[in-house]
C-alpha cells in the first residue's frame, strides 16, 4: 500500500450498489475502519447515485479503466467477469484487491482468506487477496478450531442458503412470487417461495458424481484455507426461501478421541468469530433470522454423533452478506492495515 499511516489511506468498492457493497459500505463505518478518501464504484447505470456512509454522502461513480489511481484498497463485490477485467488492472495501478468473486480464490500466488482461521496467507498476496464462498467462511471457522486439537478425519455438510446468496436477483424472484406473480428474471427455473431448489450444476464434476458449482466450491476451498488438500468431504447445498441467512449441518469424524461435549462447547465458545447458542431444551438454537445484521459465526445443536468413531454434529448459522462475504472481507482489509502498521513501527 502506498500510504505510511493506515488513516490517509484512500479505499474504493467496486460493486458499490449490489446487496454485498452496501453492506461493505455498512460495515467500514461500523467496525470505524480508518481512510481518508472513500469511492464507490459501480457500472454505468449507477453512476450518479449517491450511498450514505456514516452519514456522509458518496457519489457513485462509473467503473472505469483509470478508476484505482491513487487507491490503495478495492474492495470488489461486481462478479466475476468484473473481477477477472478489473482486479489486474488496479493490482497494475498499484492497488491491493480484495475480491469476493469467485474469480480468483483458486489461482495458486492469491491467497484466500478468513482472518480467525489462516490470517497470515494474507502475507502472501501480490496485489489481490481473495474472499472465499459465504457458506465456506461460516464452516471454516467453526472447523478450524476442532481441527486444531482433534485432527478432522471427514466432514459431511448440508447447507440450507438464502436466496440473497444470489444478489438482487435471487431476492425479487423469491418476493415476486410469494405476492403471487412470476419473476421473468431468475435465479432459478423452478420456483423460489415455499419451495427448496439447488444451485447450478457444475460442468467439471464427473458424471457419475455430479455435483452443484456451490458444492464444488466448498470442497475445494475448505482444502485450501485449512491446508488439509485431501480432506474427505461430501457437500450438499440447498437454496431455501429466506432472504438472509445461510444455515449448515455439518458431521464431523475425527482421529482422536473427543472430550465431553460440555468442553467442546467451551472450546468453541472461546474461539474468536463463534458465539454459541445451543440449549435445545430450552428450544434455543441458531436461525438464519436470529443470525442477521450480526457478524458471528454461530453454533448450536453441538451432539455427538454415534453413528461414527469420534463423531461430532453441530449446525452452523452465518449472515451471509455480512460474515460470509462484507465483513469477510473488511476484517481482511482490517490485517492489512495491522500488517502496514507493525511494519511501520518496525522501521521506526
Given amino acids: 500500500m502506498r500510504s505510511g499511516v493506515t488513516s490517509h489511506m484512500v479505499i474504493a468498492i467496486v460493486g458499490a450498489t449490489g446487496l454485498v457493497g452496501r453492506t461493505m459500505c455498512a460495515v467500514l463505518h461500523e467496525r470505524n475502519v480508518q481512510f481518508s ?8 447505470r449507477s453512476e450518479g447515485e449517491v450511498i450514505a456512509v456514516g452519514g456522509i454522502p458518496y457519489t457513485v461513480e462509473s467503473l472505469q479503466s483509470d478508476s484505482f489511481q491513487g487507491v490503495d484498497v478495492a474492495l470488489f463485490s461486481a462478479g466475476g467477469s468484473i473481477s477477472k477485467t478489473y482486479a489486474p488492472i488496479a493490482a497494475a495501478a498499484g492497488c491491493i484487491v480484495i475480491d469476493n468473486s469467485s474469480a480468483w480464490r483458486m489461482h495458486g500466488n492469491v491467497p484466500l482468506v478468513v482472518p480467525e482461521v489462516n490470517p497470515l496467507d494474507v502475507e502472501q498476496h501480490h496485489s489481490i487477496i481473495a474472499n472465499p464462498n459465504c457458506s465456506t467462511i461460516q464452516l471454516v471457522v467453526a472447523l478450524h478450531p476442532l481441527h486444531r486439537l482433534f485432527n478432522i478425519k471427514r466432514v459431511v455438510v448440508s447447507t440450507y442458503q438464502s436466496v440473497s446468496g444470489a444478489g438482487q436477483k435471487g431476492v425479487r424472484q423469491l418476493e415476486t412470487e410469494i405476492g403471487g406473480g412470476t419473476a421473468t428474471d431468475r435465479i432459478s427455473t423452478h420456483n423460489l417461495a415455499y419451495n427448496t431448489v439447488f444451485h447450478g450444476a457444475d460442468p467439471a464434476s464427473p458424471a457419475d458424481a455430479p455435483v452443484t458449482e456451490e458444492e464444488a466450491k466448498i470442497v475445494r476451498e475448505t ?16 437454496r431455501i426461501p429466506v432472504t438472509g441467512g445461510h444455515a449448515e449441518s455439518v458431521s464431523i469424524e475425527f482421529n482422536s478421541e473427543l472430550p465431553p461435549v460440555e468442553e467442546i462447547r467451551a472450546l468453541l465458545d472461546s474461539a474468536p468469530g463463534i458465539n454459541i447458542v445451543d440449549n435445545l431444551a430450552a428450544d434455543v438454537y441458531p436461525t438464519p433470522l ?13 451432539r455427538r454423533d454415534t453413528s461414527v468413531p469420534h463423531g461430532l454434529q453441530m449446525w452452523v448459522v452465518a449472515d451471509n452478506l455480512r460474515k460470509g462475504a462484507a465483513t469477510n472481507a473488511v476484517q481482511i482489509l482490517e490485517l492489512l492495515q495491522k500488517l502496514q502498521t507493525v511494519r511501520s513501527d518496525n522501521a521506526e
Fill in 37 to 44: 478518501s472513500l469511492r464507490l464504484l459501480a457500472s454505468s
Fill in 223 to 238: 482444502r485450501r484455507i485449512l491446508h488439509l488438500p485431501e480432506l474427505p468431504m461430501a457437500v450438499t447445498c440447498v
Fill in 290 to 302: 436470529s443470525a442477521q445484521n450480526t457478524d458471528a459465526v454461530h453454533i448450536g445443536r453441538i
